[in-house]
């Protein structure tokens, strides 16, 4: 029977989503969980992989199991074993056919900016700077992103492709923190951290609209812009259009 899971974990606390090898990860916490529950090898499929360090409130997986468990008595059990680092919200039956991450329509992250004065305690969970940005240049930035592009310039690793959609970016100021929203299907492997790296070398004057554009436009003239730290971005929340 195939089952589906919707879950948080704290990225601070793993090298990342995908199981490593001699590295505490999300996936292979889960799948040690599942396994001894169902007494079986289980292995899930999760709707992305998120690198060391960030976090999740709505990653979803899907994986099989040799025996018919009830998903509510599952999930239950599964929080008990994966406390206190990752949450299991949602846990159900579904089709043969769905997959966690073939079937995905939609994904929205989010990236923290805290602009306070410094927290050792915020650390692991934003993004401290000073408020040193122009805001309004920042989202002129996001403008240019929104729509299809090749986005080689602003992607890390080597791809067959690196066409990709936005189908949304807005910000959302909540006293110290400035909260940066992505809505899409696809996104690469530092695609986002590269994309506010950028946004904030033309808030800060260290780079131009137009080499943004230029980089946009013409995958060939390479341009490098800021990464940001993985510690401010969250996978918030991914739709299927199964549910």
């Known amino acids: 029977m195939k089952y589906f899971v919707r879950f948080s974990y704290d990225g601070s606390k793993f090298f ?3 199981r490593l090898k001699n590295q505490v990860t999300v996936q292979e916490e889960i799948e040690k969980a599942l396994s001894k529950i169902d007494q079986s090898n289980v292995n899930i499929k999760g709707a992305g992989r998120t690198d060391r360090g960030v976090h999740a409130k709505g990653q979803c997986a899907h994986f099989e199991l040799v025996h018919n468990i009830p998903p509510t008595g599952l999930k ?3 929080n008990k074993l994966l406390f206190p680092y990752i949450s299991i919200s949602e846990c159900f039956v579904v089709k043969d056919d769905f997959h966690a991450r073939f079937s995905v329509t939609q994904k929205t992250y989010c990236y923290r900016i805290y602009t306070g004065e410094f927290d050792p305690c915020l650390y692991d969970y934003t993004y401290e700077c000073s408020k040193d940005f122009n805001l309004a240049l920042m989202q002129k930035v ?3 992103f929104i729509g299809g592009h090749n986005f080689c310039n602003f992607v890390s690793g080597k791809r067959v492709s690196y066409d990709a959609i936005i189908d949304v970016i807005f ?3 909540e006293g110290d923190y400035l909260n940066i929203y992505f809505i899409g299907k696809s996104f690469y492997r530092y695609m986002i951290r590269n994309l506010v790296g950028a946004m904030l070398d033309v808030g800060r004057g260290k780079r131009t609209l137009d080499e943004v554009k230029m980089a946009l436009d013409d995958p060939d003239y390479i341009y490098s812009f800021s990464t ?3 510690n401010g971005l969250y996978l918030m929340d991914v ?5």
């Open 16 to 18: 990342g989503f995908q």
């Open 76 to 78: 239950s059990v599964l």
């Open 142 to 144: 996001a403008n240019l």
């Open 171 to 173: 910000f959302q100021e």
């Open 228 to 230: 940001v730290i993985s």
């Open 239 to 243: 739709k299927y259009k199964e549910f």
